[in-house]
T-cell receptor, first 113, second 111 residues
């Protein structure tokens, strides 16, 4: 069965410092993995996705994530946080060819001036 | 910016009223989804559709119903709203690359 665990419910960083949002997944087959961002009162926007191509995935706004099969992890990183990055981030897993997208519980990122 | 729209954005309504939340997409996607999201919580799938005249219930039990008469339109209906239905409802569609595109959501409050 698929599942996804976001290890931190809240993360606070100072502006200009690196961001690390952690995600572990469980999947029976070859998974597709996604990170979405949700700003207040907005819908979700796709940041990046992994679908069995390169293990290091680059997304929008300077974010990237590395797929590590041995650790069943898909952590999201950014070298330098910006105030506009403050939002809720969701890690999502989906088995290839299925309709099901399993969402993590979310990580709220706070960026301090 | 994804071309998926939801109306209304905010709705406050009394118990027992019938409501329909609208969702439309102009991308020609076959798959569409409705999620329910409580504040600060994850999304739970309540309905999905593979295409016209195809609808299925999701993992979270819901008293709502959906229809898919046209590819671009996927409305959700509550026949008799209750305070327990208070939540945010997010509509999404997906393409062949499995990327989901989300609407801005409808925040429903039932008094």
């Amino acid at each position: 069965a698929q599942s996804v665990t976001q290890l931190d419910s809240h993360v606070s960083v100072s502006e200009g410092t690196p961001v690390l949002l952690r995600c572990n997944y469980s999947s029976s087959y070859s998974p597709s993995l996604f990170w979405y961002v949700q700003h207040p009162n907005k819908g979700l926007q796709l940041l990046l996705k992994y679908t069995s191509a390169a293990t290091l995935v680059k997304g929008i706004n300077g974010f990237e994530a590395e797929f590590k099969k041995s650790e069943t992890s898909f952590h999201l990183t950014k070298p330098s946080a910006h105030m506009s990055d403050a939002a809720e981030y969701f890690c999502v897993v989906s088995d290839v060819g299925t309709y099901k997208y399993i969402f993590g519980t979310g990580t709220r990122l706070k960026v301090l001036a | 910016e994804a071309d998926i729209y939801q109306t209304p954005r905010y709705l406050v309504i009394g118990t027992g009223k019938k409501i329909t939340l609208e969702c439309s997409q102009t991308m020609g996607h076959d798959k569409m989804y409705w999620y329910q999201q409580d504040p600060g919580m994850e999304l739970h799938l309540i309905h999905y559709s593979y295409g016209v005249n195809s609808t299925e219930k999701g993992d979270l039990s819901s008293e709502s119903t959906v229809s898919r008469i046209r590819t671009e339109h996927f409305p959700l209906t509550l026949e008799s709203a209750r305070p327990s239905h208070t939540s945010q409802y997010l509509c999404a569609s997906s393409d062949r690359r499995a990327e989901q595109y989300f609407g801005p959501g409808t925040r429903l409050t039932v008094t």
